[in-house]
């Protein structure tokens, strides 16, 4: 069996190479003559899966993505060819969660906001807005919750309307690009919904460029509006519109998932579904490969103020201005923007870091955040 993978997935190599005959591929080459004799193709958001791309294949039996969207996928070509797709939703949740969790608190060093008067408007509450939600529980950050999709479906948490999402002071952006229909995703954050929003607020999207219009933005930027932006994913990636970065509060090239756990969980995640589809025994498992941290043990330092204690911690974990900075000084093309997603500096997961609580008041709820106990 051939199995095509493409060059960006971490240990695709230890996982698959027992399973088959392995060919790499980048998605900056790959075409549809290299794929006319995969068995198998593994993709990550990068290499568009469509009837171009696969018109020379006539013997696929599988198709999956290492991440949580699929709108790099076309799902109902595939279903035409009875060909099985797989995604890794719930894969980077938590590294998505934590992004956000320090853009918060940088945002808020910066503007002395204190985040426990804060109120968090969650938009989408699948893997992502669920994680983030747990965190902020931990944190005892009040949050508000909107999806209506699953309320729709019978999800019988607390969901309110995008109005009261809009009377936030941080809203977060959570869902998949969807480009019409009941619940389309697609220019959410259209100009109309752009100006009602104050300089006191802060709006996030890390979940797809286009759910947030960027000619928008750009153009009230430009009329002076005063917007408080955190961008991690851009219009038409990886052209981007390069004017808006400098208006952007932190600006990131769409790495909020781009924890080293977060990109091998989906590379396992594939591994356990061709493994279930070819009834083989799955022996391998991520935590054989993931290297040790090189931070840490790291020490709370307050000892009665959580959220002061978990922001020292987080930001020395992950801190998103540095990303910010980087971005802002290199990104200008779309060469570049694939070179800094390439080029990512190892990112760890709370759950990859011990951390001594100490004295501290409520080590509890340190270790709840996902840290490891000393
Ligand atoms: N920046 C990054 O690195 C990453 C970006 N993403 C993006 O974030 C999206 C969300 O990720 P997950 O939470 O894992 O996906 P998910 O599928 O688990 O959750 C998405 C949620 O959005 C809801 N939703 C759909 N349409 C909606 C609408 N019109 N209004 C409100 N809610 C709506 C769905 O009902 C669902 O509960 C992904 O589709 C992906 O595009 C995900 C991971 C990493
Ligand atoms: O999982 C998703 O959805 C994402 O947006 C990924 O984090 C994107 O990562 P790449 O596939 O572009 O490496």
């Given at each position: 069996?051939?199995?095509?993978?493409?060059?960006?997935?971490?240990?695709?190599?230890?996982?698959?190479?027992?399973?088959?005959?392995?060919?790499?591929?980048?998605?900056?080459?790959?075409?549809?003559?290299?794929?006319?004799?995969?068995?198998?193709?593994?993709?990550?958001?990068?290499?568009?899966?469509?009837?171009?791309?696969?018109?020379?294949?006539?013997?696929?039996?599988?198709?999956?993505?290492?991440?949580?969207?699929?709108?790099?996928?076309?799902?109902?070509?595939?279903?035409?060819?009875?060909?099985?797709?797989?995604?890794?939703?719930?894969?980077?949740?938590?590294?998505?969660?934590?992004?956000?969790?320090?853009?918060?608190?940088?945002?808020?060093?910066?503007?002395?906001?204190?985040?426990?008067?804060?109120?968090?408007?969650?938009?989408?509450?699948?893997?992502?807005?669920?994680?983030?939600?747990?965190?902020?529980?931990?944190?005892?950050?009040?949050?508000?919750?909107?999806?209506?999709?699953?309320?729709?479906g019978?999800?019988?948490?607390?969901?309110?309307?995008?109005?009261?999402?809009?009377?936030?002071?941080?809203?977060?952006?959570h869902?998949?690009?969807?480009?019409?229909?009941?619940?389309?995703?697609?220019?959410?954050?259209?100009?109309?919904?752009?100006?009602?929003?104050?300089?006191q607020?802060?709006?996030?999207?890390?979940?797809?460029?286009?759910?947030?219009?960027?000619?928008?933005?750009?153009?009230?930027?430009?009329?002076?509006?005063?917007?408080?932006?955190?961008?991690?994913?851009?219009?038409?990636?990886?052209?981007?519109?390069?004017?808006?970065?400098?208006h952007?509060?932190?600006?990131?090239?769409?790495i909020?998932?781009?924890?080293?756990?977060?990109?091998?969980?989906?590379?396992?995640?594939?591994?356990?579904?061709?493994?279930?589809?070819?009834?083989?025994?799955?022996?391998?498992?991520?935590?054989?490969?993931?290297?040790?941290?090189?931070?840490?043990?790291?020490?709370?330092k307050?000892?009665?103020?959580?959220?002061?204690?978990?922001?020292?911690?987080?930001?020395?974990?992950?801190?998103?201005?540095?990303?910010?900075?980087?971005?802002?000084?290199?990104?200008?093309?779309?060469?570049?923007?694939?070179?800094?997603?390439?080029?990512?500096?190892?990112?760890r997961?709370?759950?990859a870091?011990?951390?001594?609580?100490?004295n501290?008041?409520?080590?509890?709820?340190?270790?709840?955040?996902?840290?490891?106990?000393?």
């Amino acid at each position: 069996m051939k199995i095509y993978y493409e060059d960006s997935m971490p240990y695709a190599a230890e996982f698959f190479n027992e399973l088959g005959e392995c060919q790499v591929f980048s998605h900056k080459t790959v075409n549809a003559a290299m794929l006319a004799d995969a068995d198998v193709l593994l993709v990550r958001s990068t290499t568009k899966v469509n009837a171009n791309l696969l018109s020379q294949n006539t013997r696929l039996q599988f198709v999956a993505t290492a991440t949580a969207g699929t709108d790099h996928v076309d799902q109902e070509y595939l279903a035409t060819r009875g060909i099985p797709f797989v995604s890794a939703g719930g894969c980077n949740a938590v590294a998505v969660a934590e992004y956000v969790l320090s853009a918060m608190i940088v945002t808020a060093n910066k503007h002395s906001w204190q985040l426990a008067d804060k109120t968090v408007g969650i938009v989408g509450a699948g893997h992502v807005g669920t994680a983030l939600s747990s965190l902020l529980t931990v944190l005892g950050i009040k949050h508000k919750l909107c999806d209506p999709p699953l309320a729709d479906g019978g999800d019988t948490r607390a969901f309110v309307t995008m109005d009261e999402i809009m009377q936030c002071d941080v809203i977060t952006l959570h869902v998949p690009w969807v480009k019409e229909g009941k619940y389309q995703t697609q220019g959410m954050f259209d100009k109309h919904r752009l100006k009602q929003l104050s300089e006191q607020q802060l709006l996030i999207n890390a979940c797809r460029g286009e759910v947030l219009d960027n000619q928008a933005a750009l153009e009230l930027f430009e009329q002076g509006k005063k917007l408080n932006l955190v961008l991690d994913v851009w219009d038409n990636e990886p052209d981007i519109k390069l004017e808006l970065i400098p208006h952007i509060a932190l600006a990131t090239a769409h790495i909020a998932g781009h924890t080293i756990e977060g990109k091998a969980r989906g590379t396992e995640m594939l591994y356990l579904a061709l493994c279930e589809l070819w009834g083989k025994q799955a022996d391998k498992k991520l935590s054989d490969y993931l290297p040790k941290a090189t931070i840490g043990p790291l020490i709370v330092k307050d000892t009665q103020d959580l959220l002061k204690a978990a922001s020292q911690l987080i930001l020395k974990v992950y801190d998103i201005s540095e990303d910010d900075q980087a971005f802002k000084k290199q990104a200008d093309g779309p060469d570049q923007f694939r070179y800094i997603r390439k080029h990512y500096p190892i990112r760890r997961e709370f759950s990859a870091i011990v951390v001594n609580a100490g004295n501290f008041v409520d080590s509890k709820a340190i270790y709840a955040l996902g840290f490891l106990p000393l």
